[in-house]
């Protein structure tokens, strides 16, 4: 089972851009799905975005042009860059691949 490390999180202003990571323990290479998931405050957790091995990307219509999702199989790192941020982009940010989770990072946009 492969360990999942997210990191880059914070507060951050409305409009402003963060860059979160995911660092996978062992290769990403033959990890066929990579997503990033977020949790607000008494909700659901949501997908966010999703990556697969051939680079073929998916986001939610929320995110859709203003979030980035990429890999880097050289470093085992998957990255969600978030542009734009709004209030409603609050909450903890978890990445997954099939069978693990991350612990969470949070990010929270601030008026």
């Known amino acids: 089972q492969v360990q999942l490390v997210e990191s880059g999180g914070g507060l951050v202003q409305a409009g402003g851009s963060l860059r979160l990571s995911c660092v996978v323990s062992?290769?990403?290479?033959?990890?066929?799905?990579m997503q990033w998931y977020r949790q607000a405050p008494g909700k659901l957790r949501e997908l966010v975005a999703g990556?697969?091995?051939?680079?073929?990307?998916d986001y939610a219509g929320s995110v859709k042009g203003r979030f980035t999702i990429s890999r880097d199989t050289a470093k085992n790192t998957v990255y969600l860059q978030m542009n734009n941020l709004k209030l409603e982009d609050t909450g903890v940010y978890y990445c997954?691949?099939?069978?693990?989770w991350g612990q969470g990072t949070q990010v929270t946009v601030s008026s």
């Open positions: 062992g290769s990403i290479f033959s990890i066929n799905l």
């Open positions: 997954y691949c099939p069978g693990s």
């Open positions: 990556i697969t091995s051939g680079g073929t990307t």
